[in-house]
């Protein structure tokens, strides 16, 4: 079957399904077959039922649960059996949130397409034992010395440095066994990405999201990409027809932002972009250390066509003015 549609006329015909890699959490299979609508309607030669084939991959990542991702080698671990799986043919693409991809695609792999980003922000979560947080200021509205559930250094350190008096306890596992922990009284609040509780339909009244330049995201929160071997021409092809330009200079500059300020992965980093009413680009940087005792933000404004140089320049002065053991 050709997989001919409006914007590229495939050169040769291949074999249906495609087989597309995924993790197996609930998240990562919601934005899988969200993908995969998404490209059927675009495509409609797709629509058949057995155009695609699901192929659920478990990484280091989702093996690991009782460390932080910071001890264990970071982000990779969510993408590296998935990248083994597509240069091996066993899957034709896979979908990723596009915060767990490290910054450079392996040899022989490219990101095709990113998708519209949903919200950026986290989003506090109080637990029962505590009153909803203050919308207009979150952080104050914890009591003092309460415990705060969170595996990721990047919140750890913007929350400690606004409230030294918190503990912050680990909290790990997908975001449903995060939400049980809360519910259970493990900690008296935490801190998700705002994108993955709205796509589980799991948002719970009383979550405060968190002004993205206040505790600033990750890299990419919120945006899905999908990865396709750089040799299947075709396929890429297609995928980058349901491309969003938007969310691909956002991350292109936010992206380039984490690449050069190249910290372990050890190293709290935050990067955010948004487009102005101008067209134009505001970044926001972050650099931090874990215990929240040293932090510096930045923000910065250019083109959007240069998106990758402003990632790259405000990066390399946020590292220029940082301590470098944090880049050791
Ligand atoms: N690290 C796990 C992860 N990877 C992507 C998301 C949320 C969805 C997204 O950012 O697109 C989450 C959960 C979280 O951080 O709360």
């Known amino acids: 079957m050709s997989l001919a549609h409006p914007a590229a006329v495939p050169k040769h015909r291949r074999s249906l399904p495609l087989r597309v890699g995924t993790r197996a959490s ?20 797709l629509r058949d039922a057995k155009a695609f084939e699901e192929h659920q991959l478990i990484t280091s990542g989702d093996r690991i649960q009782d460390r932080k991702l910071a001890e264990i080698g ?27 991809l490290e910054t450079e695609m392996p040899p022989g792999i490219v990101l095709a397409c990113t998708l519209k980003r949903e919200d950026a922000r986290d989003v506090l979560l109080p637990g029962p034992a505590l009153a909803a947080a203050d919308p207009g ?13 969170t595996s990721s250094v990047r919140r750890q350190s913007q929350l ?15 975001v449903q066994t995060r939400l049980r922990k809360l519910a259970e009284g493990e900690a ?6 705002l994108a993955g509780l709205r796509r589980l339909g799991l948002e ?12 600033v ?3 990419g929160q919120g945006i899905v990409g999908v990865t396709v071997r750089a040799d299947d021409t075709e396929l890429h092809e297609l995928l980058s027809g349901i491309e969003d330009p938007e969310a691909r200079a956002v991350s292109s500059a936010e992206r380039a932002l ?44 250019g083109s959007a066509k240069d998106a990758i140089r402003l990632g790259s320049e405000l990066g390399r002065a946020l590292r220029r003015d940082s301590p470098a053991d944090l880049f050791a």
């Open 258 to 301: 984490l690449a050069a300020l190249d910290g372990s992965c050890r190293t709290p980093i935050g990067g955010h972009a948004r487009v102005l009413a101008d067209g134009r680009l505001r970044l926001t940087g972050l650099v931090a250390r874990a215990d929240g005792s040293f932090l510096l933000k930045r923000s910065e404004e």
């Open 137 to 149: 200021d979150p952080f104050s509205a914890l009591p003092q010395g309460a415990v705060i559930g």
């Open 26 to 45: 609930p998240l990562a299979l919601w934005q899988t077959r969200d993908f995969l609508e998404r490209v059927t309607r675009f495509c409609p030669v």
């Open 74 to 100: 970071g982000k990779g671990l969510f993408a590296k059996e998935i990248h083994e799986a597509l240069l091996d043919g066993r899957v034709d693409f896979a979908v990723h949130s596009l915060k767990d």
């Open 204 to 215: 719970p009244a009383g979550s405060v999201p968190i002004d993205a330049e206040v505790m």
């Open 160 to 174: 400690l440095h606004r409230r030294p008096d918190l503990n912050v306890v680990m909290f790990r596992g997908n």
């Open 188 to 193: 008296a609040a935490t801190l998700l990405a």
């Open 217 to 219: 995201p990750a890299a």
